[in-house]
């Protein structure tokens, strides 16, 4: 995987670099590292690694916190001189349109993890070694990893890149992500706190 072209992209949050990698130049769905221009890649950067979520990222669905996350991550990035590494990996890995079949399943009852498994999918199928790369051609040794997911700290943890510290991001569950949310907290380790965190 290369990096294949970058432009400076003005955004509410503040002024980023965003570069795109793929394997190929003519790749429709490559990676991206959104970079703040305050970054200092010789000093420990704040990043957050962000899976592709079509529904919460662009139309803002509340059946997660995706969207949310995302927002915040920006913006923290921007604050910080921070980077927000985007991986085309929707719906855990398993796709848009099987995420929406899953979310079928969950509207009769099932839980985001029994969903996948009737419909004979991983859990959780996504892979990191793609942001490892990018962080690596950015030139980033040290990093303060924006997460609330122990798969990530792993990853990250066995790799080059040194992890300083993790920073929470704490999103307040909504009603129609509460039982989502305190799923990836109960089943899948996610570090997160919701009981008694319902906004409107």
Do not use: W
Request: glycine share 8%.
């Amino acid at each position: 995987m290369k990096r294949q072209s970058e432009a400076v992209m003005p955004m509410p949050y503040g002024q980023f670099r965003m570069i795109a990698y793929a394997d190929r130049k003519r790749e429709k769905m490559p990676h991206f590292a959104l970079v703040s221009e305050n970054m200092n890649p010789d000093k420990p950067v704040l990043v957050r690694i962000h899976s592709e979520c079509v529904t919460g990222d662009l139309f803002g669905s509340k059946r997660c916190d995706c969207g949310e996350q995302l927002d915040k991550a920006l913006q923290l990035a921007a604050k910080e001189g921070g980077i927000v590494v985007y991986l085309r990996q929707e719906g855990r890995g398993i796709g848009i349109i099987n995420k929406l079949k899953a979310y079928q399943l969950q509207d009769t009852g099932l839980n985001t993890i029994d969903a996948n498994t009737h419909l004979g999918l991983e859990v959780d199928s996504r892979e990191y070694d793609m942001a490892i790369d990018i962080l690596k051609d950015l030139g980033i040794g040290t990093i303060d990893l924006l997460t609330n997911n122990p798969l990530k700290i792993e990853a990250i943890a066995t790799s080059e890149i040194h992890i300083r510290k993790r920073v929470p991001l704490h999103i307040p569950a909504k009603k129609e992500n509460y039982g989502y949310l305190k799923t990836k907290k109960d089943k899948m380790g996610h570090l997160l706190s919701v009981n008694g965190m319902i906004s409107n």
